[in-house]
């Protein structure tokens, strides 16, 4: 059904249900605007009245706590402050401004009205778009942000007649509060990448950070939770606020005040979206979920928190599971980032709503009663598809936080772009939805463009950046980290000294011709020179991180040797590794690649994120494509001089007698296109990788 007709009648299934506020339709504009001035010289002579007391007490606005007169430090993140905004704007009592007193109002306006107000000047941006216009243009440029150790590509709509002025926020003052003593006990006070990034989400734009050192995730989860309860706190203050304005009018208007009625007729009070929830936070596995809601209650305002015990139980590890990680001799065997993402409870399909109100905080409440969603994507996907395809939970969305994405990337990326195509969308519902009180950019099938996402990564990837080019269209603009990798910095210098490098470049038109392309590669020229040569021809290791490439070389490797001619064509023996491979299969798989009764191992690079063990043997790697995750470019070639001690299980079958391993008689082949750039880059460094790509040799060879 078209959007528009679909809206339509949830508007008039909602208008004619009994208890509805019914508003006046038939008022013209001229009315409307005369009404407006005649309570405005009302409320002007009754608080004339008074001059005394209104110049000794200060107006509503000054309760505000953030420091309009310098947004500039406030952007910087030098400044840290709360702010308490009364949204008098929609008051009764509201004067008619002069044209000065408008400008001046608003340069004092914070990013949560600048963005999410009715008449905001975000809002009236995107009313004069065409109907046709579903995607926005961009201009982009490079800055930097104080704490973050990188440069940043900020990107703004490319709009006519678009308010340029960069709107400040900060976090709502007791939601503030919370997060001060948070961090007055781990910090002393907040850090610089504190500051940093609230100010930074406090203007609402979207923001990717592809480059977030693990030492420091916790700072970004805990700005993140403060940030995601300082939006839900404005948004509920504003509701409550406007809740009582209109009972002050129905008391009025029982008592047959004219005066009264007229003013109900010219409030238009929009606060709302079609449902209540207005945070969607996607994680991997429970374990992040655990922490998560951790400092989102923290950050609650709420002294209660209901299923406490019930979330602890199904969020921990089960009753009677041991955590291998959590053993020292064990975690040491493994990379920092293995044992940060998987100790604990590693479930990846679990969802999860809580509710906030002025003294509990709710959890497993029910979608449609939830402020915040925290889920995987495979949970909601599953949860959605149960519910035969009812998404319109999602429908109210106006901020998405992904965490982890790198980790997610490795589960079924579809999962993610399942969950964000359903984001925003006309519902197919009405909900007890009160129509009068919808914001008009929800009735347009706009609130796409106002929603913020937040996407952080340990590292960038294709797929990311594809996400945050072509799906965000935040009319507040959008940031980017941006990394230069030096060569000293890069993982080619990582490796041991003196192993030979050699990356063979084949040229692709278009993306969608490029697997082919380099399936055609491979098979007639990389797998000929590694056939070839005595040393390549066995023992070795060829990692492919698409699973779908996995399974195309493993048919072409299994029916060549089916057809194979003795003497005639190379013998290509092999094994594989991959993510779904039993512990049966990964054993006889390892000791037939570590005897030499099978010239070739396959391995995923999924294979190798999940379980991160370590292989002997291998003398030739060959990356089918560069890793995602380019620090496994140096963990893999890392494998030719493991030793027996080095396994992660302390005994093995592998009588072979030890021996270390020259250097010089290690090889890496990297097959590359220039599609490759963003993974290239952090392999041989962001100048080098820019010549390979743009050069016209094809073939670079280091040591």
């Given at each position: 059904?078209?959007?528009?007709?679909?809206?339509?009648?949830?508007?008039?299934?909602?208008?004619?249900?009994?208890?509805?506020?019914q508003r006046s339709s038939n008022l013209t504009h001229y009315d409307k605007i005369t009404r407006k001035a005649v309570a405005a010289q009302q409320a002007t002579a009754s608080t004339s009245k008074t001059p005394a007391s209104s110049a000794s007490s200060p107006s509503k606005r000054s309760k505000t706590a953030v420091d309009v007169s310098s947004p500039a430090k406030a952007r910087d993140g030098t400044e840290l402050v709360g702010e308490d905004s009364?949204?008098?704007?929609?008051?009764?009592?509201?004067?008619?401004?002069?044209?000065?007193?408008?400008?001046?109002?608003?340069?004092?306006?914070?990013?949560?009205?600048?963005?999410?107000?009715?008449?905001?000047?975000?809002?009236?941006?995107?009313?004069?778009?065409?109907?046709?216009?579903?995607?926005?243009?961009?201009?982009?440029?490079?800055?930097?942000?104080?704490?973050?150790?990188?440069?940043?590509?900020?990107?703004?709509?490319?709009?006519?007649?678009?308010?340029?002025?960069?709107?400040?926020?900060?976090?709502?003052?007791?939601?503030?509060?919370?997060?001060?003593?948070?961090?007055?006990?781990?910090?002393?006070?907040?850090?610089?990448?504190?500051?940093?990034?609230?100010?930074?989400?406090?203007?609402?734009?979207?923001?990717?950070?592809?480059?977030?050192?693990?030492?420091?995730?916790?700072?970004?989860?805990?700005?993140?939770?403060?940030?995601?309860?300082?939006?839900?706190?404005?948004?509920?203050?504003?509701?409550?606020?406007?809740?009582?304005?209109?009972?002050?009018?129905?008391?009025?208007?029982?008592?047959?005040?004219?005066?009264?009625?007229?003013?109900?007729?010219?409030?238009?009070?929009?606060?709302?979206?079609?449902?209540?929830?207005?945070?969607?936070?996607?994680?991997?596995?429970?374990?992040?979920?655990?922490?998560?809601?951790?400092?989102?209650?923290?950050?609650?305002?709420?002294?209660?928190?209901?299923?406490?015990?019930?979330?602890?139980?199904?969020?921990?590890?089960?009753?009677?599971?041991?955590?291998?990680?959590?053993?020292?001799?064990?975690?040491?065997?493994?990379?920092?980032?293995?044992?940060?993402?998987?100790?604990?409870?590693?479930?990846?399909?679990?969802?999860?709503?809580?509710?906030?109100?002025?003294?509990?905080?709710?959890?497993?409440?029910?979608?449609?009663?939830?402020?915040?969603?925290?889920?995987?994507?495979?949970?909601?996907?599953?949860?959605?598809?149960?519910?035969?395809?009812?998404?319109?939970?999602?429908?109210?969305?106006?901020?998405?936080?992904?965490?982890?994405?790198?980790v997610i990337s490795m589960q079924n990326w579809e999962h993610l772009e399942f969950v964000l195509d359903r984001l925003n969308k006309i519902p197919r519902q009405s909900r007890d939805t009160d129509f009068s009180r919808v914001k008009q950019f929800y009735l347009d099938n706009r609130a796409a463009m106002f929603r913020q996402t937040i996407l952080l990564s340990g590292n960038d990837f294709p797929q990311l950046r594809s996400l945050y080019n072509h799906?965000?269209?935040?009319?507040?603009?959008?940031?980017?980290?941006?990394?230069?990798?030096?060569?000293?910095?890069?993982?080619?210098?990582?490796?041991?000294?003196?192993?030979?490098?050699?990356?063979?470049?084949?040229?692709?038109?278009?993306?969608?011709?490029?697997?082919?392309?380099?399936?055609?590669?491979?098979?007639?020229?990389?797998?000929?020179?590694?056939?070839?040569?005595?040393?390549?021809?066995?023992?070795?290791?060829?990692?492919?991180?698409?699973?779908?490439?996995?399974?195309?070389?493993?048919?072409?490797?299994?029916?060549?040797?089916?057809?194979?001619?003795?003497?005639?064509?190379?013998?290509?023996?092999?094994?594989?590794?991959?993510?779904?491979?039993?512990?049966?299969?990964?054993?006889?798989?390892?000791?037939?690649?570590?005897?030499?009764?099978?010239?070739?191992?396959?391995?995923?690079?999924?294979?190798?994120?999940?379980?991160?063990?370590?292989?002997?043997?291998?003398?030739?790697?060959?990356?089918?494509?560069?890793?995602?995750?380019?620090?496994?470019?140096?963990?893999?070639?890392?494998?030719?001089?493991?030793?027996?001690?080095?396994?992660?299980?302390?005994?093995?079958?592998?009588?072979?007698?030890?021996?270390?391993?020259?250097?010089?008689?290690?090889?890496?082949?990297?097959?590359?296109?220039?599609?490759?750039?963003?993974?290239?880059?952090?392999?041989?460094?962001?100048?080098?990788?820019?010549?390979?790509?743009?050069?016209?040799?094809?073939?670079?060879?280091?040591?």
């Amino acid at each position: 059904m078209d959007p528009t007709l679909k809206l339509l009648t949830l508007i008039n299934v909602s208008a004619a249900r009994p208890g509805k506020r019914q508003r006046s339709s038939n008022l013209t504009h001229y009315d409307k605007i005369t009404r407006k001035a005649v309570a405005a010289q009302q409320a002007t002579a009754s608080t004339s009245k008074t001059p005394a007391s209104s110049a000794s007490s200060p107006s509503k606005r000054s309760k505000t706590a953030v420091d309009v007169s310098s947004p500039a430090k406030a952007r910087d993140g030098t400044e840290l402050v709360g702010e308490d905004s009364d949204d008098d704007e929609d008051d009764l009592a509201a004067t008619v401004s002069s044209s000065a007193s408008k400008s001046q109002k608003q340069k004092q306006q914070t990013a949560f009205d600048a963005h999410f107000g009715s008449d905001g000047p975000h809002a009236q941006a995107i009313t004069k778009l065409p109907e046709s216009v579903t995607s926005l243009t961009w201009s982009t440029s490079k800055s930097t942000l104080p704490a973050l150790p990188t440069q940043i590509a900020v990107s703004t709509p490319s709009l006519s007649d678009f308010d340029t002025q960069q709107y400040t926020g900060q976090p709502q003052v007791k939601v503030l509060e919370a997060f001060n003593a948070f961090t007055a006990k781990k910090f002393s006070s907040p850090t610089p990448l504190h500051k940093a990034l609230a100010t930074t989400l406090g203007s609402y734009a979207d923001f990717c950070d592809a480059n977030v050192a693990l030492r420091d995730r916790p700072q970004y989860r805990q700005v993140l939770a403060m940030h995601a309860m300082s939006h839900i706190a404005k948004t509920r203050r504003r509701v409550l606020k406007n809740n009582e304005k209109l009972a002050k009018l129905a008391s009025s208007s029982s008592t047959n005040d004219s005066s009264a009625n007229n003013a109900a007729d010219d409030l238009d009070l929009r606060d709302q979206g079609f449902t209540r929830p207005k945070v969607l936070i996607l994680l991997p596995f429970r374990n992040s979920a655990l922490e998560w809601v951790d400092l989102l209650t923290k950050f609650s305002l709420c002294s209660q928190v209901d299923n406490k015990s019930r979330f602890s139980k199904e969020y921990n590890l089960p009753e009677g599971a041991i955590d291998k990680l959590a053993d020292p001799s064990v975690a040491a065997k493994y990379p920092a980032d293995h044992i940060a993402n998987f100790a604990g409870n590693i479930d990846d399909s679990f969802k999860l709503g809580f509710k906030v109100t002025r003294k509990s905080l709710k959890l497993f409440s029910g979608f449609y009663d939830s402020d915040v969603i925290v889920a995987s994507p495979l949970g909601l996907r599953l949860g959605i598809e149960k519910d035969r395809g009812d998404s319109d939970f999602l429908s109210s969305i106006e901020m998405v936080i992904v965490d982890q994405t790198d980790v997610i990337s490795m589960q079924n990326w579809e999962h993610l772009e399942f969950v964000l195509d359903r984001l925003n969308k006309i519902p197919r519902q009405s909900r007890d939805t009160d129509f009068s009180r919808v914001k008009q950019f929800y009735l347009d099938n706009r609130a796409a463009m106002f929603r913020q996402t937040i996407l952080l990564s340990g590292n960038d990837f294709p797929q990311l950046r594809s996400l945050y080019n072509h799906s965000l269209n935040n009319v507040a603009g959008k940031v980017r980290t941006v990394v230069s990798t030096s060569e000293k910095d890069a993982e080619l210098a990582k490796v041991v000294s003196g192993v030979r490098h050699s990356f063979s470049r084949f040229e692709a038109a278009n993306p969608h011709a490029e697997p082919d392309l380099r399936f055609s590669h491979f098979t007639t020229k990389t797998l000929h020179q590694l056939s070839k040569s005595a040393v390549s021809s066995s023992h070795t290791l060829i990692v492919v991180p698409s699973y779908f490439d996995f399974v195309r070389l493993d048919a072409f490797l299994r029916e060549h040797n089916e057809k194979r001619k003795p003497g005639e064509t190379a013998n290509l023996s092999y094994t594989s590794i991959s993510e779904y491979s039993t512990p049966k299969d990964i054993r006889r798989a390892r000791e037939g690649f570590f005897s030499g009764k099978k010239r070739f191992l396959l391995l995923t690079e999924r294979a190798h994120f999940y379980r991160r063990f370590k292989l002997r043997g291998v003398r030739t790697v060959v990356f089918y494509q560069l890793p995602m995750n380019a620090t496994f470019f140096s963990e893999v070639l890392e494998f030719p001089f493991i030793t027996k001690g080095d396994l992660t299980s302390g005994r093995g079958r592998e009588e072979a007698q030890e021996e270390e391993v020259d250097p010089n008689e290690v090889m890496s082949m990297v097959v590359y296109s220039k599609y490759d750039l963003i993974s290239l880059e952090k392999v041989v460094g962001s100048q080098q990788a820019k010549q390979m790509v743009l050069g016209d040799k094809a073939t670079w060879k280091f040591v």
